[in-house]
C-alpha cells in the first residue's frame, strides 16, 4: 500500500491512485499517517475526529468502525499494518506501519535531505537534480481534502515549510550553478509572497547582482528594510546587512564561478554604463502595487533577448502583447516593467502613446511614429521617407545589432503595431491594448484582469497612506469593492481621500454606495472612470459594421439584467435576435474588452462597465425597448428554471400560465440540474431584481414564477438563506399585487426556509397563514400541500395529537380528491406522529401504505421518506436487521438527481446503531 499526502490524500494498492470514502475515514487515515510508525492513542483520535469534549457517546465504537472499514480498504484484516495496541482486551491505540518508500511526504523529506548533504559537499549539480525531484511530488496543499484538525492542521503547516526551505536549497543550488538568470523570475515572486523571509531576499540580491544589476539588487534591499522598520521596527539581520555592503562595493568575489552551463553575463550588464540611445520611458507610477506574476512573465520573457553578436543562431525579437480592459493598468504594468529592464538595453528604450482608445484623439499613423523612432536614433529628419514601409524597413536596419526596447503603449489595431517592431536578436517590445492582438506574430500574450483583494487594498494604501487604511480596514475593503478592484478607480478614490485628509474612509463609502451617482464620484482632476469607458463604447457607437449596432446595443441592453454573467442563450432572449447573430454581437465585445469571455457560451461585464452600459441604455434606449428586453430574459429564466425543476421532480404542481417553449432546451434530469446550479447566482438575482416596488406588473409576475421555481431546486439542497430571501421578496411582490394564491404559495415557501432553520414557530404560524388564504380561495390543491406541511411542523413541535388532528382532515379531503401523491405525503406525516406517541406498529401501517402509493406515483423523494422512517422506526424497537435493511435502500434514493441531498447524510448517520449492533459495516454510501 502507498500513501499520498502532498495534495489530496490518496492510496495506492493496484494500478491507479484512489481517494478515500467519508471524511471521517479520511481524518482517522490523516491523524495516523501524521503520526505514522507512532501509537496514537484513542482518546487523542477521538478528540481528533470530533473535536476536544465534543464526542458522541458512542464514538468509541464509531472509531471500531471507522478502524474495521479502513483495514478492508488497505486489505489489512489481520491487522498488521494498522495494528491495534491493547492493554488487556481494551484497545489502548493505534499505529499505522508505514515504510518510506510507501509514503511520499517521508520520500520527500529524504531527498531534501539527499539534496542538502550534496550542497554541503559541494556539489551543486546533485544536489539540485534532488531537490527538483523532491518538489515535483507536490500536487497542492498538503491533506487538500481531509478536514481539518489540530494534528492534520500542524503536520499540514510542518509540510508546507519544509517544501519552501527545500525551494530556497533548490535555489541556492541553482545560484551557485551559475543559473541566476534563470531564477530571478522565480525569485521575485516568492519575495513578494513572503516579503519577511530575508533568506530569500539574499538570494534575490545575489541573483540580480550577477546578473549585472546592481541597482535593482540594492533596490531589493532598501524595499525589505523598509518594510521590516515600518511593520516590524527592527533592521535586517547581519548576514543580509553584510551582503548589501559587498553589493554596495560591487565586491567581485559574490560573482559565481564559471561552470559548465553556467548562465553568461547579460550583454546589456556590460554595455549599461555606455549610456548610449534614447531614453525615452515616463516615469514609472510610484502607486504601481502588485502584478507579481505579470511582471515575473515579462522578465522571464526579456530574458530571453537574444545577444545581437550571436548572428544567425539569436533569437528573434522578443514581444509580450498586454491587454485588458479600459482602466486596469496596463500601461503602468508595461512602464513599470519597462523600468525594471531598462539596464538590459543599453541602446535605448523608445516609448509612444498610438493614442489607441484616448478621449478626443486620433490614433497615431504608423508613418508618423516612425518619423519619431528615426529620428531619436539619430537620423536626420530630411533622411525620414515618407513611406511607412520604407520607414519601417529603415528602423529595422538601425534596429539591427543593437539592445532597443520598444514600448507601444495604448495600441488601436495589429496594422498599427507591426511596422513599428524592430528585427532581429537583442530588441523587446512591450505593447499594451484594449484589444486582443492574436493576429500579432510571435507575441506572447499576457491578459490583465482587475487586481486582487489584497493588492487592491494594497494600492489604496499607497495613494492614501498606509495608517489611513489600516484605520478602517472594513471601509478599505468596502471601497475596492465598490471601485470593482479596478486600478484607476481605485486610484481615484485614493486622490480623493489623500485630497481631503479629514474625510473618514467610510464618507467616500457611502458616495460610492449609491450606484447612480458612482461614475460621478470616480473623477479627479483628468482622471474619470467614464471617460476610459466612453472611448471604447463610442468606437461600436460610430462604428459602420452591422455587427458594430448589433454590439453597441448589446452592451447597452446587457445592463438591464443583473447578475453575475448571462448565457448565450438568455442573451438571444435579451436582444430577440437569433444565437448566431448574438454570439458576434457579444464576441465583437469581448474583442473590445468590454464584455469578458467566461465560456464558450458565458459572459461576464464588470461591475463599473455595467453601471456604464446602463446610463448609455437610459440615454439611447426607449423605456419600452429596456422594459420588453427584461421581460425576455425573464421569461426565458422562468420558463427554462419551471423546465428544469419538473425534469427533476415531475409531481411539482403549477399554477396555470401561458404555454410557451423554453428558451434554454434541457434533456434530461442532469442536463437540468446543471443548468440551475450554473444559473442559480443569476436566478435569484434576476429575483430581486423583479421584485423592485418600481418594476411594472408583468416584471414581478416573472419574478413570482421564477420564485417559485427555485422553491423546489433550494429546498432539497438546504439553501436556507436564499430560499428565505427569495420568498420574503415573493410575499411582499404577491401583496402589492394583490394576488393572494402567489402569496400563499410564497408563504409555504418561506415556511420552507424557516424547516430548514430549525425555526419550527416560525413554520407553524406561516403555514397557518398560508391555511387561512387556501380556504378562503376554496383551492383544494394548496390547503392539502399546506395542511401536510403544518402537520409536520407540528410533529417537530411534539404536539403529535394537533399533528393527527390536521393530518386526517387532510388525508380525508385527498382521498375524497383522488390525490394519490397527497395521501403520500399524509401517511408519511401520520406515521410519524403515532410514533411520537409510542403507537410504533401504527406508524409502519402508515408508512408502508406511503411507501407502496409513492412508487406507484413515482414519488422518489417520499419512496426515501418512507424507507427512512420505517427503518427509524424499527430499530427503535431493536429490530436492527430490518431497520438496517430499510436504510440500506434507502441510501441509493437519494443519490438520484434532483433528489434531497443533505437526506443522504441523515440515512447514512442512521444505518450507525444497526451496524454496531450487528457488527458489520455499512453499505456502500
Not at 161 to 177: G, P, T
Not at 483 to 496: D, E, F
Not at 802 to 825: F, K, W
Amino acid at each position: 500500500m502507498r500513501y499520498r499526502v502532498l495534495g489530496a490524500l490518496e492510496l495506492r494498492a493496484g494500478e491507479g491512485w484512489a481517494s478515500l470514502g467519508p471524511a471521517k475515514w479520511r481524518t482517522l487515515l490523516a491523524v495516523l499517517l501524521c503520526h505514522a510508525n507512532q501509537t496514537v492513542s484513542t482518546e487523542r483520535l477521538l478528540d481528533e475526529l470530533w473535536g476536544e469534549d465534543r464526542a458522541p457517546r458512542s464514538a468509541t465504537k464509531l472509531l471500531q468502525t471507522y478502524v474495521s472499514r479502513l483495514r478492508q480498504t488497505l486489505g489489512d484484516e489481520a491487522g498488521q499494518t494498522l495494528i491495534t495496541e491493547k492493554q488487556g482486551y481494551k484497545a489502548q491505540g493505534y499505529r499505522l506501519a508505514v515504510e518510506a518508500a510507501e509514503f511520499d511526504a517521508h520520500r520527500f523529506e529524504q531527498l531534501v535531505e539527499e539534496g542538502r548533504r550534496a550542497l554541503d559537499r559541494e556539489a551543486p549539480e546533485t544536489a539540485a537534480e534532488r531537490l527538483r525531484e523532491a518538489l515535483a511530488m507536490w500536487r497542492g496543499t498538503p491533506f487538500a481534502d481531509v478536514p481539518p484538525t489540530p494534528a492534520v492542521t500542524a503536520e499540514a503547516t510542518r509540510l508546507e515549510e519544509c517544501r519552501l526551505q527545500a525551494v530556497d536549497a533548490r535555489i541556492d543550488a541553482d545560484l551557485r550553478c551559475g543559473r541566476h538568470t534563470a531564477v530571478l523570475g522565480e525569485l521575485e515572486a516568492l519575495t513578494a509572497e513572503y516579503p519577511f523571509r530575508e533568506e530569500l531576499r539574499g538570494r534575490l540580491m545575489l541573483a540580480l547582482y550577477r546578473s549585472g544589476r546592481q541597482a535593482d539588487a540594492l533596490a531589493a534591499y532598501r524595499d525589505l528594510h523598509r518594510l521590516l522598520s515600518e511593520e516590524l521596527g527592527v533592521e535586517p539581520t547581519p548576514p543580509l546587512r553584510d551582503l548589501h555592503e559587498r553589493i554596495l562595493n560591487a565586491d567581485a568575489s559574490l560573482m559565481a564561478a564559471p561552470v559548465p552551463g553556467a548562465d553568461r553575463p547579460d550583454p546589456a550588464a556590460a554595455a549599461h554604463k555606455a549610456n548610449r540611445g534614447p531614453r525615452q520611458l515616463p516615469p514609472a507610477s510610484p502607486a504601481f502595487t502588485g502584478r507579481h506574476g505579470e511582471v515575473a512573465v515579462i522578465q522571464a520573457l526579456m530574458d530571453a533577448a537574444g545577444d545581437p553578436e550571436a548572428g544567425e543562431g539569436g533569437r528573434s525579437v522578443v514581444l509580450a502583447a498586454i491587454d485588458g480592459t479600459g482602466g486596469v493598468g496596463k500601461s503602468t504594468l508595461a512602464i513599470h516593467a519597462a523600468h525594471r529592464l531598462a539596464d538590459r538595453f543599453p541602446d535605448g528604450q523608445l516609448y509612444v502613446d498610438l493614442y489607441g482608445a484616448t478621449a478626443g484623439q486620433s490614433a497615431l499613423d504608423p508613418g508618423e511614429v516612425l518619423g519619431r523612432f528615426l529620428r531619436a536614433l539619430g537620423v536626420d529628419g530630411s533622411n525620414v521617407p515618407s513611406d511607412t514601409d520604407e520607414a519601417s524597413a529603415q528602423f529595422r536596419s538601425l534596429a539591427a545589432g543593437r539592445r532597443l526596447l520598444v514600448i507601444l503603449d495604448n495600441a488601436a489595431s495589429v496594422d498599427q503595431v507591426r511596422p513599428l517592431i524592430p528585427g532581429g536578436p537583442g530588441c523587446a517590445a512591450l505593447v499594451t491594448s484594449r484589444e486582443m492582438l492574436t493576429t500579432l506574430e510571435g507575441a506572447t500574450h499576457l491578459h490583465l484582469d482587475v487586481l486582487p483583494q489584497d493588492q487592491a487594498v494594497a494600492l489604496l494604501e499607497r495613494v492614501v497612506g498606509a495608517e489611513r487604511v489600516r484605520a478602517e480596514p472594513a471601509e478599505a475593503e468596502e471601497i475596492t469593492r465598490l471601485c470593482g478592484w479596478l486600478p484607476l478607480a481605485l486610484r481615484i478614490a485614493g486622490a480623493r481621500l489623500a485630497a481631503r485628509p479629514a474625510w473618514p474612509l467610510r464618507t467616500l463609502v457611502t458616495k460610492l454606495t449609491d450606484a447612480r451617482g458612482r461614475l460621478d464620484e470616480l473623477r479627479f482632476g483628468d482622471l474619470a472612470v467614464r471617460v476610459s469607458f466612453q472611448v471604447s463604447y463610442e468606437g461600436f457607437r460610430l462604428g459602420r459594421r452591422s455587427d458594430d449596432l448589433d454590439a453597441v446595443r448589446a452592451f447597452r441592453l446587457l445592463s438591464v439584467v443583473h447578475g453575475q454573467d448571462v448565457s448565450l442563450p438568455v442573451a438571444a432572449a435579451l436582444l430577440d435576435l437569433p444565437a448566431d447573430r448574438t454570439e458576434n454581437a457579444l464576441e465583437r465585445l469581448v474583442d473590445a474588452q468590454l464584455l469578458e469571455s467566461r465560456d464558450s457560451v458565458r459572459y461576464h461585464m464588470h461591475d463599473l462597465l455595467r453601471l456604464f452600459a446602463s446610463e448609455q441604455a437610459e440615454q439611447e434606449e426607449p423605456e419600452a425597448e429596456r422594459s420588453a428586453a427584461l421581460e425576455r430574459a425573464l421569461s426565458c429564466y422562468a420558463a427554462t428554471a419551471q423546465q428544469a425543476v419538473t425534469l427533476l421532480d415531475p409531481l411539482r404542481p403549477w399554477p396555470r400560465h401561458p404555454a410557451e417553449d423554453p428558451a434554454v432546451p434541457l434533456s434530461g434530469q442532469d442536463e437540468a440540474e446543471s443548468w440551475l446550479k450554473d444559473e442559480l447566482p443569476n436566478l435569484l438575482a434576476a429575483v430581486v431584481h423583479a421584485a423592485g416596488p418600481a418594476q411594472p406588473e408583468v416584471i414581478a409576475r416573472l419574478g413570482l414564477r421564477l420564485a417559485r421555481a427555485l422553491q423546489w431546486f433550494l429546498f432539497p439542497r438546504a439553501h436556507a438563506q436564499d430560499l428565505q430571501t427569495v420568498n420574503e421578496l415573493a410575499v411582499e411582490t404577491a401583496r402589492r399585487l394583490d394576488d393572494p394564491e402567489s402569496e400563499a404559495w410564497a408563504l409555504d415557501g418561506l415556511s420552507a426556509a424557516y424547516w430548514l432553520q430549525h425555526s419550527y414557530d416560525e413554520v407553524r404560524t406561516t403555514l397557518e397563514s398560508a391555511l387561512e388564504i387556501w380556504r378562503e380561495l376554496d383551492h383544494r390543491e394548496g390547503e392539502l400541500r399546506t395542511a401536510c406541511n403544518l402537520a409536520d411542523a407540528l410533529c417537530e413541535l411534539g404536539l403529535y395529537e394537533e399533528a393527527i388532528t390536521v393530518q386526517e382532515r387532510q388525508l380525508a379531503l385527498a382521498r375524497e380528491a383522488g390525490d394519490l401523491p397527497a395521501e403520500v405525503v399524509g401517511l408519511g406525516n401520520l406515521g410519524r406522529a403515532h410514533r411520537g406517541l409510542g403507537r410504533p406498529e401504527d406508524a409502519l401501517t402508515c408508512f408502508k401504505e406511503s411507501l407502496e402509493y409513492a412508487r406507484r406515483t413515482g414519488n422518489i423523494h417520499h419512496e426515501g421518506f418512507a424507507l427512512y422512517e420505517i427503518g427509524i422506526t424499527y430499530m427503535e424497537q431493536g429490530r436492527f436487521p430490518e431497520g438496517r435493511a430499510h436504510m440500506d435502500q434507502a441510501l441509493p434514493v437519494w443519490k438520484r438527481p434532483g433528489t434531497y441531498e443533505s437526506w443522504r447524510g441523515h440515512t447514512w448517520s442512521g444505518l450507525f446503531p444497526a451496524c454496531m449492533t450487528l457488527q458489520i459495516g455499512p453499505g456502500p454510501r
